[in-house]
């Protein structure tokens, strides 16, 4: 991979001359190619898709349904499967919903101790407490295969697992995971939030065997308010639509109304046109790139990053989540000496002008139960950043030790 | 110009007031939940004079400079003082401009302080 040729598709880069950007967990920078898609649809073909007869709407429908096809070939399904949201958040509250009726009334649910809010206020919010069952993690932010195994049983209707945890970066075994779950009760439905693994590793659906799969694609180079879900047919077809409106419905009279198929049936009013184009162009950039030699460079990145953490602070640096690196994505989460996060991300932004992230990432029980910390700084890589930036951080941070002592 | 000002700076790593008072008439904390910074304040009232006031808890330094310096400023003073304080008081005593986010930081041991002599 060329870093200097990728930087130079990003704009913000020319703008920002001197912008370290390590946010890309948070969301990534857009290159100018989406941006440039989404424009084309603004400039030329400004349609509302799937009702007009006329060229225009013909042709914006034409690209709509293509950016279906691009993300259904990118994670190995067919696009039928694929719903377009506005987001993840958006694609696990519609699940959520949807499996609502279906979900009965002594079962429980599953999900672990390391979920974004996203994927855990929905589900808590759904069931009562006892029926929720946090599956633990262990010291190194794993998650504990034992406790997996006793936490779901027969009377669990749901597991919902993250594939890549966005604070300790671990990258969930989800087949093992998958298979080992529905080995205890065959009729477990499955859900995996891709939020922080589409945008940095190949994804196939069919080996995951999930039921559900959904992502974000501000995350992976793609524009703000579009999100996915994937799933297996007869499980999307089962979904309670939770909007009901335009474009979503069969037949419409005073007494009675019947619903069209999927994916329609789930997406009723205007989509975020240019939004999804914007997407289908982000996928095919960051599959000619390769979404092997994004993970190899992130990984290289990551060593590095670990080492010289290491190295120059030793023990006033203490990061969290796997310490083997073939085990992570690149997000790396750490605390330094007794100084804030909100400190440490001020100062580097204002002295040296890098952006990281400083709080409980949207995941305050695994802050407070079982990292024991407040909150940490996060540091995340996406294709444009390298070891130069990294050397940065480090000097960085020894002025934050500067000034905070 | 860096929020990370010497004066704030020394009131982060020498903040007046910072302890619990155990005889204290008034106590309120609170925390922010984006950051986890945590404030309890306790004042001794003595006819609606703020005879001893102190601050506990953990935070950032813009979070604790801004709790020394509150506790600073109105130790000795009439509770209408306290009050009547707004957002631009902990500006001018902080002496620096704050974005949206470190605001919040800012802000918290005022609204403690402020609600612990609601009743
Ligand atoms: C693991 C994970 N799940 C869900 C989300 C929520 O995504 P969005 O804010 O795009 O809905 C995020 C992103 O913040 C995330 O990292």
Redesign the interface.
């Known amino acids: 991979m060329i870093i200097d040729k990728i930087k130079k598709d990003f704009q913000i880069f020319k703008n920002n001359p001197n912008l370290i950007y390590l946010d890309s967990a948070a969301t990534s920078l857009t290159p100018d190619l989406v941006v440039d898609t989404m424009n084309d649809y603004y400039y030329n073909y400004n349609a509302n898709i799937s009702r007009g007869v006329y060229k225009l709407s013909e042709i914006a429908t034409d690209k709509y349904e293509q950016a279906r096809e691009k993300v259904a070939k990118f994670i190995g399904a067919s696009s039928s499967q694929i719903i377009f949201t506005s987001g993840t958040t958006a694609s696990i509250n519609t699940i959520a919903f949807g499996l609502m009726r279906k979900i009965s009334k002594d079962s429980k649910i599953a999900i672990t101790a390391s979920e974004h809010h996203s994927n855990f206020v929905p589900w808590q919010r759904l069931v009562s407490k006892d029926r929720l069952s946090i599956i633990k993690l262990n010291k190194n932010g794993y998650i504990d295969l034992e406790d997996f195994k006793e936490k779901i049983t027969s009377k669990t209707s749901l597991l919902t697992i993250s594939h890549v945890s966005n604070v300790l970066g671990t990258i969930n075994p989800i087949k093992k995971l998958v298979n080992i779950a529905k080995q205890i009760n065959p009729e477990i439905i499955v859900i995996v939030d891709g939020a922080q693994s589409t945008p940095h590793m190949s994804i196939d659906i069919q080996d995951l065997d999930c039921d559900f799969f959904v992502f974000s694609a501000h995350k992976m180079c793609g524009p703000t308010g579009v999100g996915v879900i994937y799933g297996k047919k007869e499980l999307l077809e089962q979904l309670t639509p939770m909007f009901s409106g335009g474009n979503m419905t069969d037949k419409v009279s005073f007494t009675e109304t019947t619903f069209t198929q999927i994916p329609q049936k789930l997406e009723a009013g205007t989509p975020n046109i240019a939004g999804v184009i914007g997407l289908g162009a982000a996928v095919e950039y960051l599959k000619n790139i390769g979404l092997d030699n994004i993970k190899t460079h992130e990984a290289e990145l990551l060593l590095y990053t670990q080492q010289k953490l290491y190295k120059t602070f030793g023990n006033d640096i203490i990061i969290f989540g796997p310490s083997n690196i073939k085990d992570r994505s690149g997000v790396l989460s750490f605390t330094f000496k007794n100084y804030?996060?909100?400190?440490i991300a001020?100062?580097l932004d204002?002295?040296s002008n890098i952006c990281v992230r400083?709080?409980?990432h949207c995941a305050?029980p695994l802050?407070t139960n079982v990292l024991c910390v407040?909150?940490t700084t996060r540091i995340s890589f996406y294709i444009y950043n390298t070891e130069y930036d990294v050397d940065k951080l480090i000097e960085g941070l020894k002025e934050v030790k500067k000034?905070?002592? | 110009m860096s929020i990370y000002q010497e004066h704030i700076l020394e009131h982060y790593h020498n903040p007046c007031n910072n302890k619990i008072l155990d005889n204290a008439t008034n106590s309120e904390s609170a925390t922010n939940s984006t950051c986890g910074d945590k404030i309890r304040i306790d004042i001794i009232l003595n006819n609606n004079i703020i005879s001893d006031v102190s601050f506990s808890g953990e935070g950032c330094a813009i979070s604790q400079a801004t709790a020394s310096m509150l506790t600073e400023k109105i130790k000795g003073e009439h509770i209408d003082v306290l009050k009547k304080m707004t957002k631009d008081d902990i500006l001018s005593l902080l002496g620096i401009t704050l974005s949206h986010t470190r605001l919040k930081c800012a802000l918290l041991s005022l609204e403690v302080a402020q609600k612990s002599i609601l009743n």
């Open positions: 804030h996060p909100h400190d001020s100062i204002s002295y400083a709080g409980n305050m802050h407040v909150a000034i905070l002592k």
